[in-house]
């Protein structure tokens, strides 16, 4: 496999509304990015991800941009951005930028024109199209509910939105939009941005005959994400060419990074997208976040196992040795917090949050940890429908309303899922506003800031952040890192249910790793000669020495994790 800079790093995802506010408007900002790089760097962070800072109205959060050369008044200005920039550079590490080019905000001056004159050159920067017998072009649903097409004033035609009718489609069939795309993110990439998070990239190719699809609501409507796949097997190269051309005409001469938002992508496909000369550096894993969708919505999510959890994580594995890196989380600003998802209830304690560190960040391929993460920030507290933020969040309320659920289970829907639950501002202290901010939070923090919180970890050996800097530097250390970054994943005690156990191993190095999930100890037996514990979460001394040679048996506690390395 041929060695890439990233290879050997460790990413963070910065939520910059919700990290650090530095000036009293209660929103976080790039002065508080910049004043705790150097927190980053203890941890052991190299490269950073910024969720958007374009100049936005905010409906999606910055995820629906009115002009992707400037930063956002709210989070400071163009020469904090470079001091963010230089300062990043100063430390060795590395920012990324996120890429929302499947649209845009119906702010941008591209789409202002294309109101002006439905007919002309901007019309067809997005996809203006006439409707069917007095109805739309078709039936498919957003992502954020309702049609995705909305009329066009003072004309007979309507434009296409995935997202939020605020979010018009662009429309990458047109190669003078694509000509603006890629000068844009050149221009960033020249001021020394070393790559991108890219938003929902799938959704860019769209079938341009725009089919109606058997409806899977009350609505009549179908989910819009249905073309895509179909798309694929009517026409699996629809979308090569758009992902070839950004490619070489940006990423590949600046050799960026580049962590695609992609999802369901299989095996068959992934070399394309991740393989030697694949479209992206790497695509998140989102085999845990995809396993259970809800049928209808957030309030029929089904409930799963332990052991389909671990089975999916481990094919995502499998599916990428080989081919590629995967870009391994176990959360981020679209899901609720992995501790209070993935964890069984009676694993909810820093033993737990832990454990599931420790088998996410040993994964092969690049680790993602998400702002908070690294101090075992849980989903908040959400009394009224009001209190949340999140434009996905009132529209999944609303589904579960229509449905006919009642308040209050809406509500549960919402507290298990919201987005808003990664979007709480970051705990720094356990004094007032969690030391997020001198003003009014823009979104409520999560009470619990008084028990978790960066202050009161630093301070303490044994916390959750300190465990992930002894995690993160174990990931690095010299001896093992070439282990740890390119050795082959391989499944290990699968007949042990809720038992997450896998092995690592390259040349004369092997190293196991194994979680106990269930809430009581369980009895391991270890085929192997044991060399030596690398990290676990309980510190416990046990006495392996007797069967150093022999194969080892032990007794797990619940929630209990430990790297071993092992005599090959
Ligand atoms: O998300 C894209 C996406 O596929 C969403 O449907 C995602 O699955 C959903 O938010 C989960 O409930 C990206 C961004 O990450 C998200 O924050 C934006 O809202 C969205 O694109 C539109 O830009
Ligand atoms: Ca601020």
């Known amino acids: 496999m041929e060695r890439k800079w990233w290879h050997d790093k460790v990413a963070y995802q910065i939520y910059p509304k919700s990290f650090l506010d530095t000036n009293g408007d209660g929103i976080g900002d790039l002065r508080g990015v910049i004043s705790k790089l150097d927190y980053l760097k203890e941890l052991g962070v190299d490269i950073i991800w910024l969720s958007p800072i374009y100049k936005s109205p905010f409906v ?12 956002a008044e709210e989070f400071g200005t163009m020469e904090e951005f470079d001091e963010l920039l230089h300062e990043a550079k100063k430390r060795n590490m590395y920012i990324l930028m996120d890429l929302v080019v499947n649209h845009c905000s119906i702010e941008h001056e591209w789409f202002k024109k294309a109101l002006e004159d439905p007919e002309g050159e901007y019309a067809d920067f997005f996809y203006f199209r006439e409707g069917k017998d007095g109805n739309p072009p078709d039936n498919l649903r957003s992502y954020f509910g309702g049609s995705v097409w909305e009329p066009v004033p003072n004309s007979n035609k309507y434009y296409l939105h995935l997202f939020s009718k605020e979010q018009p489609d662009l429309n990458w069939e047109n190669p003078k939009l694509r000509e603006e795309v890629y000068k844009m993110v050149n221009w960033w990439l020249d001021k020394g941005l070393a790559g991108f998070r890219i938003d929902a990239i799938m959704n860019i190719k769209k079938d341009l005959e725009f089919p109606m699809l058997e409806p899977d609501g009350d609505d009549g409507l179908a989910i819009c994400f249905r073309t895509i796949e179909s798309l694929n097997e009517k026409n699996p190269e629809g979308i090569d060419l758009f992902l070839k ?10 050799d960026a990074l580049t962590v695609a938002e992609a999802f369901n992508i299989d095996k068959s496909a992934l ?6 000369d694949g479209y992206f550096s790497t695509i998140f894993d989102f085999s845990a976040e995809t396993m259970v969708n809800g049928e209808h919505g957030w309030y029929d999510t089904p409930d799963f196992t332990v052991d389909e959890w ?9 599916m990428a040795e080989g081919i590629g890196f995967m870009a391994n989380i176990i959360e981020n600003h679209d899901e609720p917090r992995g501790v209070s998802r993935y964890l069984p209830t009676y694993a909810q304690n820093d033993m737990g949050k832990k454990m599931i560190a420790t088998v996410s960040l040993l994964f092969r391929g690049l680790p993602f940890i998400y702002q908070g993460q690294e101090i075992g920030m849980t989903n908040s507290e959400w009394n009224d429908i009001t209190e949340f933020n999140d434009i996905n969040t009132k529209d999944q309320y609303n589904v579960a309303r229509d449905a006919g659920l009642s308040d209050d289970e809406a509500m549960d829907a919402c507290r298990k899922f919201s987005r808003d639950n990664a979007r709480t501002p970051m705990q720094w202290t356990f004094k007032e506003n969690a030391g997020f901010t001198e003003g009014t939070p823009w979104l409520k923090l999560n009470p619990n800031y008084v028990d978790i919180n960066v202050e009161s970890q630093e301070k303490d050996p044994d916390s959750v952040l300190n465990y992930y800097k002894k995690l993160i530097a174990l990931r690095k250390a010299r001896k093992y890192s070439e282990t740890f970054i390119y050795g082959n994943f391989k499944r290990e005690l699968e007949d042990e249910s809720k038992i997450v156990a896998y092995s690592r191993s390259l040349n004369d190095q092997k190293i196991i790793i194994v979680a106990n999930f ?6 391991i037996s270890i085929d192997e000669s044991l ?16 069967a150093k040679d022999t194969g080892f048996q032990f007794v797990m ?5 430990f790297v071993f390395e092992v005599e090959i």
């Open 531 to 546: 060399k030596e514990i690398l990290i676990s979460n309980s510190n416990r001394n046990i006495d392996f020495d007797m």
């Open 518 to 523: 269930d809430g009581v100890q369980r009895e």
């Open 557 to 561: 506690e619940p929630s209990e994790v």
């Open 271 to 276: 070399s394309k997208f991740i393989g030697e």
């Open 310 to 318: 671990k089975n999916e994580l481990f094919s995502a594995q499998e």
């Open 60 to 71: 999606d959060q910055g995820y629906d941009i009115s002009d992707y050369y400037a930063i």
């Open 245 to 254: 051309e950004l490619k070489e005409r940006t990423f590949k001469p600046h």
